[in-house]
């Protein structure tokens, strides 16, 4: 819930403190609406990108809803073992990964942070102690410095000194990236795009300045997947943007059932350097 997360967050037009009285307000007076859906929008100005779309967010909560990646989240939270207070997600999507690290600490609460409207309301239900907020990864977060224990970054984009500034001196970032062995039968079979060989390292060099590697695990294991389930996953990613609906849905078709692949992704650990 909104007020369980608002001593973590600063107003994003002058940094103070927030409350909730109907409103999210800060004490110079700005003032946030929550949403009927439960978020509450704290972008100071105009996004720089719009995010995922109504169609996308669906069928990724489809799909994590199923089941499927349970070995990543478990992975996730493994990884935030050390979580005590408030837990952040940049890039949070429906909140998936960020419920699980929930589950793990009932002392814990959840931030959300995300930009697509569609995955903030997704967000807001995901569980009972996790708050979704508005932002933009790109810009200055809505967090206080130094109020966040853990911080994830799950297949989302990532900005270093703004996850410094949030994170406590002793604070943990989960970052997890596909490795490019990730869904490799299907983008060969379906003309998916790639990931690109050394992402892992680019991560790890992006984070240099703010972050140190601390532990780093690959998790990877096999999918055995309906087409629906596919269908799901490729509307999920970026691929569909590229093939189109209807072509995605053909290629699929011609698979054979249950379609098999792997997924395998990096989950790392950074300390503050
Ligand atoms: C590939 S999805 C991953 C979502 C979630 N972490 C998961 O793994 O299920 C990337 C997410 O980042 C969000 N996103 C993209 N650009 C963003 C930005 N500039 N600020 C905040 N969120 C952003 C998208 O809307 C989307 O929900
Ligand atoms: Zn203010």
């Known amino acids: 819930m909104?007020?369980?997360?608002?001593?973590?967050?600063?107003?994003?037009?002058?940094?103070?403190?927030?409350?909730?009285?109907?409103?999210?307000?800060?004490?110079?007076?700005?003032?946030?609406?929550?949403?009927?859906?439960?978020?509450?929008?704290?972008?100071?100005?105009k996004a720089s990108v719009s995010g995922d779309s109504v169609e996308m967010v669906a069928a990724r909560a489809a799909f994590l809803d199923?089941?499927?990646?349970?070995?990543?989240?478990q992975a996730v939270a493994a990884?935030?073992?050390?979580?005590?207070?408030?837990?952040?997600?940049?890039?949070?999507?429906?909140?998936?990964?960020?419920?699980?690290v929930l589950d793990a600490g009932p002392d814990r609460v959840g931030l959300a942070l995300e930009i697509a409207k569609p995955?903030?309301?997704?967000?807001?239900?995901?569980?009972?102690?996790l708050g979704a907020v508005g932002c933009d990864a790109w810009g200055t977060l809505p967090v206080r410095a130094g109020a966040i224990s853990v911080a994830l970054n799950v297949f989302a984009p990532?900005?270093?000194?703004e996850l410094g500034r949030i994170l406590a001196p002793d604070g943990v970032l989960v970052v997890v990236v596909p490795t490019t062995g990730h869904l490799a039968e299907l983008v060969g079979d379906l003309g998916l795009l790639s990931v690109a060989p050394d992402k892992v390292r680019r991560?790890?060099?992006?984070?240099?300045?703010?972050?140190e590697v601390s532990t780093q695990d690959v998790c990877e294991f096999g999918l055995a997947l309906s087409h629906a389930d596919v269908r799901s996953l490729v509307g999920m990613g970026p691929s569909a943007?590229?093939?189109g609906a209807e072509a995605v849905g053909e290629r699929v078709a011609a698979l054979p059932?249950?379609?098999?692949t792997t997924a395998s992704v990096v989950v790392t650990a950074f300390r503050r350097a």
């Open 241 to 243: 943007w590229h093939i």
């Open 119 to 129: 995955a903030l309301r997704r967000a807001a239900r995901a569980h009972p102690r």
């Open 2 to 45: 909104l007020a369980d997360v608002l001593p973590y967050l600063a107003c994003p037009h002058c940094g103070a403190g927030l409350s909730l009285d109907g409103q999210v307000r800060c004490a110079r007076g700005h003032g946030f609406d929550v949403a009927r859906q439960g978020y509450v929008n704290l972008l100071s100005g």
């Open 79 to 100: 990884a935030a073992a050390t979580a005590t207070g408030c837990v952040a997600d940049l890039g949070a999507g429906t909140g998936h990964y960020l419920a699980a």
């Open 203 to 211: 991560i790890a060099e992006q984070l240099a300045p703010e972050f």
């Open 257 to 260: 059932e249950p379609v098999r």
């Open 158 to 161: 990532r900005n270093p000194a």
């Open 66 to 73: 199923a089941g499927h990646y349970a070995p990543i989240a």
